[in-house]
C-alpha cells in the first residue's frame, strides 16, 4: 500500500476542505442574501479597505436610500455622499454614483457581464472586476484581495515582499491557477472568509484551519512570518487650523470641498495646514481669506480633532471666528453656505468635521 503524503496538493485541499468549510461556516452579511449585480458592486466597493462589521450598516442604510442602480443614478452626488458619510475613502462614492450613470444611459441601466466593459467604469479595477464577474455573473475571475494575498502566502509559504509587483503578479497567478472553474464565486469568498476569520494578521488560528494539511507556512512553524512585508514608512503629521464663523442670526459658515481635492463634494468648517513660524489663529485667518475672500477676528478655542488617514495623521484645532470685512465667495473651495447648528447634519462631512459638529451640539 502506497504511503499517503504528509501534505496533499493544494488543489485537492481547496476542494475538499476549504469549501465544505466556508459551506457550513459562512458568516452571515446582507449582501449574500438576494444576490444581484447591484447589490453586490456595493458591497464590495464599501469593503475595499473596510472591515465587514463596519460595512454591514452602512450596506443596509445605503440600500434603503438608493435600493436599485435607477435610484442612484437619479440622486445628487451630495445625496450618495451623505449616505456615504463616516465610510471614508470618498472617491469611492463619487466614482460608483458616476458609474451609475453611465450605467443608466450607455447600458440601459443593466450592470455589465463582461470583464472588458466592467474594467472601463470608474472606481472598478481588476480586484472588483473579478468579485463582480464571479459573484454576479460566474465568471472564471479570481479575486486578489489583502486576505487571500495573506492565504496564499501562507499556503506555499511565499518568500518575495507581497508589495511588489512582482510578488503581486505571481499571486494573482497563483490564485487564478487554484480557481475552480464554474465555481469561482464560492472559490473567492471562501478564500476571503478564510482569511479574515482563520488565518488572521497575527495569531493565525491554525488549529482549526481547514487548510492546515497543506500548508507550507503552517509546516514551517512560523504561519506569522508569511506575507513577506518591508515596513511601512513613517506617515506624515499635519496640524490644521480650522473656523467655525458665526454670524448675527447664529449660523455658522461651511464651505464645500472641491471635486479634484481630498474628500472632494464634502462639506467642511473652513482652514487649512499650518505653515512654518505661523500661530493657529494666523493660520485661520489666512486661509479664511484665502479660501472665502473674508477677513475675519479669530474668538474663543472650541476644540482639537485628532484623526488617522490612511496615509497621515492629522490634528485640526478648531476657534469660534467672526467676519470683520468681505463677504464670504468661493475662491478655493466649490461653494459655501449659512446654515444653522440645527440644520449642520443635512450635507456629508468627514469624520474630523462630524466630531466638530457634535462639539457644537453640545454647547
Avoid at 458591497?43 to 475595499?48: A, F, G, H
Avoid at 492546515?212 to 506617515?235: D, E, R, W
Wanted: with cysteine.
Amino acid at each position: 500500500m502506497k504511503n499517503t503524503p504528509p501534505f496533499n496538493p493544494i488543489e485537492n485541499r481547496i476542494k475538499t476542505n476549504l469549501l465544505p468549510w466556508f459551506e457550513t461556516n459562512q458568516r452571515a452579511m446582507p449582501w449574500r442574501n438576494n444576490r444581484t449585480p447591484y447589490r453586490i458592486w456595493i458591497s464590495e466597493l464599501m469593503l475595499q479597505q473596510t472591515r465587514v462589521d463596519q460595512v454591514i450598516p452602512y450596506f443596509n442604510r445605503f440600500m434603503k436610500r438608493f435600493p436599485s442602480l435607477k435610484s442612484l443614478a437619479a440622486a445628487s452626488q451630495e445625496e450618495v455622499l451623505k449616505q456615504w458619510e463616516g465610510l471614508g475613502y470618498y472617491s469611492r462614492a463619487r466614482n460608483l454614483h458616476k458609474a451609475a450613470k453611465i450605467i443608466a444611459t450607455d447600458h440601459k441601466g443593466r450592470f455589465p457581464k463582461t470583464a472588458e466593459e466592467m474594467i472601463k467604469l470608474p472606481g472598478i479595477g481588476s480586484y472588483t472586476v473579478a468579485a463582480i464577474g464571479s459573484l454576479a455573473f460566474n465568471l472564471n475571475l479570481a479575486v486578489l484581495d489583502g486576505n487571500v494575498i495573506r492565504v496564499l502566502s501562507r499556503l506555499f509559504a511565499y518568500n518575495t515582499d507581497t508589495r511588489s509587483t512582482v510578488a503581486k503578479k505571481e499571486l494573482q497567478q497563483l490564485a487564478d491557477d487554484l480557481l475552480i472553474k464554474g465555481d469561482a464565486g464560492n472559490f473567492n469568498e471562501a478564500m476571503m472568509e478564510l482569511g479574515a476569520t482563520i488565518c488572521l494578521p497575527k495569531n493565525p488560528q491554525c488549529e482549526v484551519c481547514p487548510m492546515i494539511p497543506a500548508c507550507l507556512g503552517h509546516k514551517s512553524g512560523q504561519p506569522s512570518h508569511y506575507p513577506v512585508k518591508t515596513p511601512k514608512k513613517k506617515v506624515p503629521h499635519i496640524v490644521v487650523g480650522a473656523a467655525v464663523v458665526t454670524n448675527r442670526k447664529g449660523e455658522v459658515l461651511i464651505a464645500q470641498r472641491r471635486e479634484k481635492d481630498r474628500l472632494g463634494g464634502l462639506w467642511e468648517f473652513p482652514g487649512g495646514k499650518l505653515e512654518p513660524r505661523e500661530t493657529i489663529q494666523q493660520c485661520i485667518a489666512r486661509e479664511l481669506k484665502e479660501e472665502l475672500g473674508i477677513n475675519t477676528e479669530i474668538g474663543d478655542f472650541l476644540v482639537t480633532v485628532k484623526h488617522a488617514y490612511s496615509h497621515f495623521t492629522m490634528e485640526m484645532h478648531t476657534y469660534f471666528a467672526k467676519i470683520k470685512s468681505g463677504h464670504p465667495r468661493p475662491i478655493e473651495c466649490q461653494n459655501h453656505r449659512w446654515v444653522k447648528i440645527s440644520d449642520l447634519r443635512n450635507v456629508p462631512y468627514s469624520k474630523a468635521d462630524l466630531k466638530i459638529i457634535a462639539e457644537l451640539e453640545n454647547l
